[in-house]
């Protein structure tokens, strides 16, 4: 693969990261999904809803792979066993590019997500390591923001392809509004949640002159070899 994008439950990347996935499969990269949970403690739906529906939005987006690592909703945590669970996954897919949570958020398993990938990270490039599977370190880790909002080290305009984002997005009909369905109301499933998906995409899209965009942080400030690429266009 030559990118992998994670997250805590089936869906998280599609809201947060869907317009870069499929900007990426449109420009005839590789791409993969990895979700550490089935979404089992949702107050909607059920875990298997949540597979079909997933396996429906990566065909939207163009993913090539898609797989899920059923490590606990609810009951993730940055240890050595999860970890090096996350360490296989990144040696057998072998990204040049990760894509994953911040490491703080209003959502414990957003925030552990980010924190398992990021030392996963570092440590599938060490020998000693797993050391039964080939070291691979990817080469590179952004992180998508969810709850938390912080100072974006970039903003990718998705513009293009936000209609393709929101189809994605609407394939987890069991999460969504849905008055027919006698279950509790979330954050998620209010009539209003797709609007403000829209407004916050509106927004950073505003910030870099476009109508969408998609906010990014990285540990490390983005290199520039030609500063006559960051004019607008």
């Given at each position: 693969?030559?990118?992998?994008?994670?997250?805590?439950?089936?869906?998280?990347?599609?809201?947060?990261?869907?317009?870069?996935?499929?900007?990426?499969a449109r420009q005839g990269r590789a791409v993969a999904i990895v979700d550490l949970t089935r979404g089992e403690a949702a107050t909607r739906g059920t875990p298997e809803e949540r597979a079909r529906e997933?396996?429906?939005?990566?065909?939207?987006?163009?993913?090539?792979?898609?797989?899920?690592?059923?490590?606990?909703?609810?009951?993730?945590?940055?240890?050595?066993?999860?970890?090096?669970?996350?360490?296989?996954?990144?040696?057998?897919?072998?990204?040049?590019?990760?894509?994953?949570?911040?490491?703080?958020?209003?959502?414990?398993?957003?925030?552990?997500?980010?924190?398992?990938?990021?030392?996963?990270?570092?440590?599938?490039?060490?020998?000693?390591?797993?050391?039964?599977?080939?070291?691979?370190?990817?080469?590179?880790?952004?992180?998508?923001?969810?709850?938390?909002?912080?100072?974006?080290?970039?903003?990718?305009?998705?513009?293009?392809?936000?209609?393709?984002?929101?189809?994605?997005?609407?394939?987890?009909?069991?999460?969504?509004?849905?008055?027919?369905?006698?279950?509790?109301?979330?954050?998620?499933?209010?009539?209003?949640?797709?609007?403000?998906?829209?407004?916050?995409?509106?927004?950073?899209?505003?910030?870099?002159?476009?109508l969408h965009g998609e906010p990014y942080t990285q540990p490390h400030p983005p290199r520039v070899t030609d500063a006559m690429s960051l004019l607008p266009p």
């Amino acid at each position: 693969m030559d990118v992998l994008a994670l997250g805590a439950h089936p869906d998280d990347v599609e809201l947060c990261c869907g317009g870069l996935l499929a900007l990426l499969a449109r420009q005839g990269r590789a791409v993969a999904i990895v979700d550490l949970t089935r979404g089992e403690a949702a107050t909607r739906g059920t875990p298997e809803e949540r597979a079909r529906e997933a396996e429906e939005a990566a065909r939207v987006l163009g993913v090539q792979h898609r797989e899920n690592l059923d490590l606990g909703d609810g009951r993730l945590e940055s240890d050595i066993a999860r970890v090096e669970v996350l360490v296989r996954v990144l040696r057998r897919l072998e990204p040049a590019l990760v894509i994953a949570p911040m490491e703080s958020d209003l959502h414990p398993d957003h925030a552990a997500t980010g924190r398992l990938v990021k030392r996963a990270r570092y440590l599938a490039g060490l020998r000693r390591v797993v050391p039964d599977v080939p070291v691979h370190r990817p080469r590179h880790l952004i992180q998508y923001f969810q709850h938390e909002i912080v100072e974006p080290a970039f903003i990718v305009d998705v513009s293009d392809v936000v209609e393709q984002k929101r189809r994605a997005i609407r394939c987890y009909r069991s999460q969504l509004h849905d008055p027919t369905r006698n279950e509790p109301e979330t954050m998620i499933s209010s009539a209003r949640f797709l609007e403000q998906v829209e407004a916050r995409d509106r927004h950073f899209g505003s910030l870099i002159g476009s109508l969408h965009g998609e906010p990014y942080t990285q540990p490390h400030p983005p290199r520039v070899t030609d500063a006559m690429s960051l004019l607008p266009p």
